[in-house]
T-cell receptor, first 113, second 111 residues
């Protein structure tokens, strides 16, 4: 079984809809991250969390919110989706052994029409 | 200017060739450096760390030039399975200890 899972894997939604992306991990890591990936722009950090209920804004947090109610789960919400939020979204985790090595989930491909 | 810049490629090379990628970073205070590999439609995975003295892992050699602020990755005897996007990653050791990813360099190894 995968250590970091994301649901859904693919989602098509309409402008203005609320959508939630879920991330779960079985690695026991304390740190979790949400990134988006766009062609040519690389991975950009949206939000990160160092522990339960700890929330920190990343480079591009506008239009997104997150929740970390349990160590193993970190969810990302788009309150009112817009087309330029169409992207590939990755969740990642890292732990005390090496915070520099991040373990990524398989990604969620989101399309906003 | 992007914090971490890479030539997006693609680099098209025949099997057995040696290929090198460079990456430049803008923050002179950056402390830690890495190469991640991302296969098509897959998640990134750590390939190797980059140490000041340079380091080698099989066919892969990573080097750091702090004075010029660039990092390199050399792949010898390329295999078809090396085809992927290689992401240059920098840790600025700032308050959040966050990683900054380059846009990636795409490598295609042909038979």
């Amino acid at each position: 079984d995968a250590d970091v899972t994301q649901t859904p894997r693919n989602r098509i939604t309409k402008t203005g809809k609320r959508i939630m992306l879920e991330c779960s991990q079985t690695k026991g890591h304390d740190r979790m991250y949400w990134y988006r990936q766009d062609p040519g722009l690389g991975l950009r950090l949206i939000y990160y969390s160092f522990d339960v209920k700890d929330i920190n804004k990343g480079e591009i947090s506008d239009g997104y919110s997150v929740s970390r109610q349990a160590q193993a789960k970190f969810s990302l919400s788009l309150e009112s989706a817009i087309p330029n939020q169409t992207a590939l979204y990755f969740c990642a985790t890292s732990g005390r052994a090496s915070y520099n090595e991040q373990f990524f989930g398989p990604g969620t491909r989101l399309t906003v029409l | 200017r992007k914090e971490v810049e890479q030539d997006p490629g693609p680099f098209n090379v025949p099997e057995g060739a040696t290929v090198a990628f460079n990456c430049t970073y803008s923050n002179s205070a950056s402390q830690s450096f890495f190469w991640y590999r991302q296969d098509c439609r897959k998640e990134p995975k750590l390939l190797m760390s980059v140490y000041s003295s340079g380091n080698e892992d099989g066919r892969f050699t990573a080097q750091l030039n702090r004075a010029s602020q660039y990092i390199s990755l050399l792949i010898r005897d390329s295999k078809l399975s090396d085809s992927a996007t290689y992401l240059c990653v920098v840790n600025n050791n700032n308050a959040g200890n966050m990683l900054t990813f380059g846009g990636g360099t795409r490598l295609m190894v042909k038979p």
